[in-house]
């Protein structure tokens, strides 16, 4: 490892660690991911309470939420606390709740949500703070199904000096055709297309983070498209690198949190012909600003 991703690491890894009276957050890795005991997300939370989860949030980017039996108004007051609801553009089509999207895969499925590393909803202009998704039924045990996610922060950080002063103050197209890929979207569907920095600044602490991801971003707006599409190659490899990840292991009735502006994560669709049952809520963020 080269001696300036080594020091960014060692930077991480060597923080106070935060302290919490009512909760208990325990770590799943060293730069990444948490699993929180002692709530019942059932229930009314705490102003102390939700100041705690808030700030394990932020210190930790995914939070994991075991052994909780949520209706869907009790999923969406949990998400609430932290934002306006997403409703869905096409909620009308299936004549669902446009808050809440059933994401279910089986051995009739030809693709499963999220099978390759990105972030959710980039090519909006304003991309989602964050997602909560509560898997109710995962794969049988032993038959795979988790999920990973990555530190956006971190993958910054570990770059060199000079890649980081050359990524600052460029921008990046994401567009909603990528993931519809192989597909033709409903003529309804509006495909959002918007320009985003490659490196942007967390609204709430300020650290700078990669903002660019396979699932929706196509060029560089200031390189050649050669140029371009060989950083871009780079940037998205990054992921890849163990030391961004931790994975979480689903099991019945786990709701996992994540911040969506520096996470990117990958659904492991490893377990055919088993079947996978969810439903997810996101909160609307703002604009990636540099």
């Known amino acids: 490892?080269?001696?300036?991703?080594?020091?960014?690491?060692?930077?991480?890894?060597?923080?106070?660690?935060?302290?919490?009276?009512?909760?208990?957050v325990d770590p799943l890795t060293p730069v990444i991911g948490a699993e929180v005991s002692g709530v019942d997300l059932s229930a009314e939370l705490g102003g102390k309470e939700l100041d705690e989860i808030k700030r394990a949030f932020l210190a930790h980017h995914v939070l994991v939420f075991r052994d909780q039996k949520l209706t869907n108004e009790d999923h969406k007051r949990f998400a609430r606390h932290?934002?306006?609801?997403?409703?869905?553009?096409?909620?009308?089509?299936?004549?669902?709740?446009?808050a809440v999207l059933e994401l279910s895969a089986t051995k009739d499925s030809d693709y499963v949500d999220g099978e390759d590393w990105h972030t959710d909803g980039t090519a909006k202009e304003e991309p989602a703070l964050g997602s909560m998704l509560y898997v109710t039924q995962p794969p049988e045990i032993g038959a795979g199904g988790?999920?990973?996610?990555?530190?956006?922060?971190?993958?910054?950080?570990?770059?060199?000096?000079?890649?980081?002063?050359?990524?600052?103050?460029?921008?990046?197209?994401?567009?909603?055709?990528?993931?519809?890929?192989?597909?033709?979207?409903?003529?309804?569907?509006?495909?959002?297309?918007s320009e985003h920095p490659v490196v942007a600044k967390h609204p709430d602490t300020g650290r700078k983070m990669l903002f660019v991801n396979p699932g929706f971003t196509t060029h560089i707006v200031q390189l050649a498209r050669d140029e371009s599409r060989a950083l871009l190659d780079f940037l998205f490899g990054l992921v890849h690198k163990p030391m961004l990840s931790c994975r979480v292991r689903w099991t019945p009735n786990t709701l996992v949190f994540w911040d969506n502006r520096c996470t990117q994560h990958h659904a492991v669709w490893d377990y055919y012909p088993h079947a996978r049952h969810a439903r997810r809520v996101s909160i609307n963020g703002g604009r990636p600003e540099a």
Do not use: C
């Open 146 to 193: 988790d999920t990973l996610w990555a530190n956006m922060h971190l993958a910054y950080e570990m770059l060199s000096p000079a890649m980081k002063e050359f990524l600052d103050g460029l921008t990046a197209i994401h567009d909603g055709l990528v993931p519809w890929q192989g597909y033709t979207p409903p003529p309804e569907y509006v495909v959002p297309k």
């Open 82 to 98: 932290f934002g306006v609801l997403h409703e869905r553009q096409l909620a009308d089509l299936d004549g669902g709740d446009p």
């Open 1 to 24: 490892m080269e001696q300036f991703a080594l020091d960014a690491l060692k930077r991480l890894t060597t923080r106070a660690h935060e302290t919490y009276d009512l909760i208990g």
